[in-house]
């Protein structure tokens, strides 16, 4: 820089540190703010109207509440902090390097000037991180797969929409949720089995599980998530009077069959279920909804040559058994629904991460010189207090 | 006898210890202070066997995992580093004269442990997110940083209400200046370690390695803090009373992205376990 520039009143203040503390503040305030403000990204939008009075929505709108840590007054922020930085290092660059000529000058490396290059090392590496992450918001690409096992998928639609080749084959071989046996309601493990076929028709099998991401063409997949897809099997439950009970696993339309203490031998089919029961008034039986609120199966049961009866059987009431009175010789119970899963797997490629990396380095080993190479800030042995 | 029954042990040495350097600070001479610091080292050496022997014992019964992962754990071993930070940097800072703060400090995180309902101390199973070689990277440089952040917040608190009450020489503000801003050097590095590893996990794990969900963002503005105190006192030569003020601002930073993200219902998040 010129020097009849450098001390322009402008110029010394977009590179003063006081600039810099501002601008610091102010980014941890905006951070405050989307902490406390819902986030669009991570609610739905009835929950913030719901939250949020209508005139509310529309000034925390204006200022880009809702999406703080993308709206132009957080990325204005960061900008702002890389040029005072940028300003700042360009002013203070000529002086450190005669500072430089001048501490080395008997040939040995002073540490006050590996001190003071500390400053270039640590704030080149936060640069690289924001460059980094612009990269990231520019050119990164995400988006999800669901699928069940036997699936195949060759493209993906991306958050933005756009639909991308994968460049590879994906196919769901297997997926599995592992509870904890001592643990039951915990999960141990979601592990997706993956066959993955190049453009050669080369093909490579590998586990996708939570911490352990697979390459695919030219994009990352993540073990993210899981969805249900329908239902694998019932257990359907018969208790006889003796109080012995057993659980028979069946599926809509099939049937097993039992025999009871004494008498013949009884078939039990499954003609109909509803995830959430609700009886019209003329009598018919429907879903309300698509949610598992009340599921319902509903038996023919029949006994020998007798004609079949049927009666509805509840997951969330196991004790109710309809006709049946106390003295029945055996009822029916709903006992279990085991849900289909299939596996939700994102898939992205983020070009800016290598930065934040590399940038991350820098950022560490610029700390380490500056505060650990200055002997003015070297710790010491305190004076005898 | 399991290691929680050790962790109450450890709160009552660390409670004498505090006692004794209150009793030292009194006539402070260098023989006086080996027995409130050898009680300190007692403590400290019961409480990472206590430590170990969770560890161990979690692999003895078949869940396997240091003890870093749930909010039991996560109270005990701050309490630990908060000691550790003391030990190690007492000789060459004298943190021994803040002595009583620290190791009250580190009992009283302990004594939360017993008085805050429905705190679950048994080892539990790790979820498929922590199943990871970054926990003990992670966890241990987050909570070394946080442990520095408090020797620096108790050396402002002491900066402030000594300089309120007068007996204050101009050499006694400059040594706890001093202590403060080479704590903060200290945590300020470890918190970059723990954010940069903590990114690096997230990637491997969700596939993004920052997401702004409210406990990464809090460690960010905490981070934030530290940056204006170390700008303020490096390059402005701040000092006293307003750099005092910073540093007890970072502690709450520190508390909100510890404690507050993970129970204050005003944030949510997927951060929110340990």
Do not use: I, K, L, N
């Given at each position: 820089m010129k020097s009849d520039q450098t001390h322009h009143p402008l110029i010394v203040f977009l590179s003063s540190t006081r600039l810099t503390i501002i601008l610091l503040i102010l980014l941890g305030i905006a951070s405050i703010a989307g902490t406390v403000v819902i986030q669009r990204g991570t609610s739905e939008e009835s929950h913030i109207q719901h939250v949020y009075s209508p005139g509310t929505i529309r000034l925390l709108d204006a200022i880009g509440a809702f999406d703080m840590y993308h709206s132009p007054f957080y990325l204005g922020l960061l900008i702002a902090l890389a040029l005072n930085l940028i300003v700042c290092t360009l002013r203070r660059l000529p002086r450190d390097v005669s500072l430089r000529r001048r501490l080395t000058s008997e040939g040995k490396p002073d540490p006050r000037g590996i001190a003071r290059f500390g400053f270039y090392v640590t704030h080149a590496g936060f640069l690289t991180i924001l460059a980094g992450a612009m990269l990231s918001g520019l050119t990164g690409v995400e988006g999800m797969l669901w699928m069940l096992p036997g699936e195949t998928a060759e493209t993906f639609t991306t958050l933005r929409g756009d639909t991308l080749a994968i460049g590879q084959t994906v196919r769901c071989d297997a997926f599995r949720i592992d509870m904890y046996e001592n643990d039951?309601?915990?999960?141990?493990e979601y592990r997706t089995d993956l066959t993955l076929t190049d453009s050669q028709g080369r093909s490579a099998q590998h586990v996708l599980r939570v911490n352990g991401p697979v390459s695919a063409g030219g994009f990352m997949l993540y073990q993210a998530s899981y969805h249900v897809a329908g239902i694998e099997y019932f257990e359907v439950g018969v208790r006889s009077k003796d109080g012995t009970a057993t659980s028979y696993r069946v599926n809509e339309g099939e049937s097993f069959e039992f025999v009871p203490t004494e008498g013949t031998t009884v078939s039990v089919a499954v003609e109909q279920f509803v995830s959430d029961f609700q009886r019209l008034d003329d009598g018919r039986v429907v879903s309300r909804?698509?949610?598992?609120?009340n599921p319902a199966a509903l038996l023919s049961i029949r006994e020998g040559s007798a004609d079949a009866r049927k009666q509805w059987v509840f997951l969330n009431f196991p004790n109710f058994h309809g006709a049946s009175g106390p003295d029945a010789a055996y009822v029916f119970s709903f006992d279990r629904i085991q849900p289909r899963f299939g596996t939700g797997i994102q898939i992205s490629r983020d070009p800016g991460s290598i930065f934040v990396w590399l940038g991350s380095v820098l950022l560490i080993c610029g700390l380490m010189l500056s505060f650990f190479m200055d002997p003015s800030k070297r710790f010491r042995n305190p004076s005898p207090a | 006898m399991d290691d929680t029954t050790l962790n109450q042990i450890v709160m009552v040495v660390y409670m004498v210890s505090a006692a004794a350097f209150l009793w030292t600070n009194l006539a402070p001479e260098p023989k006086r202070w080996r027995i409130p610091m050898g009680v300190a080292w007692l403590g400290f050496g019961l409480h990472t066997s206590s430590l170990i022997w969770r560890w161990i014992h979690s692999y003895q019964i078949g869940i396997g995992h240091a003890p870093l992962t749930n909010r039991y754990e996560s109270f005990v071993f701050f309490a630990w580093s908060i000691v550790a930070i003391f030990l190690v940097f007492d000789r060459f800072l004298g943190l021994r004269r803040f002595g009583a703060a620290i190791l009250a400090g580190g009992a009283g995180l302990i004594g939360m442990t017993s008085l805050i309902p429905g705190m679950e101390t048994t080892v539990t199973p790790l979820m498929p997110a922590l199943q990871s070689n970054w926990l003990f990277f992670h966890v241990v440089t987050c909570f070394l940083a946080y442990a520095a952040f408090a020797v620096a917040f108790f050396t402002g608190i002491m900066s402030l209400t000594r300089a309120r009450g007068g007996n204050l020489t101009r050499e006694s503000s400059l040594q706890l200046d001093d202590v403060m801003y080479r704590m903060i050097m200290v945590g300020f590095l470890l918190l970059t370690l723990g954010i940069i590893s903590g990114s690096a996990w997230a990637y491997r794990a969700w596939g993004r390695y920052w997401g702004f969900d409210p406990k990464e963002t809090w460690s960010l503005i905490t981070w934030t803090v530290y940056a204006v105190f170390l700008h303020a006192r490096i390059t402005k030569g701040w000092a006293g009373k307003r750099l005092a003020v910073i540093a007890i601002i970072g502690f709450l930073s520190v508390i909100v992205t510890y404690w507050g993200v993970n129970h204050l219902d005003i944030f949510k998040g997927l951060h929110s376990y340990g």
């Open positions: 039951p309601g915990m999960v141990r909804s698509d949610e598992y609120a | -």
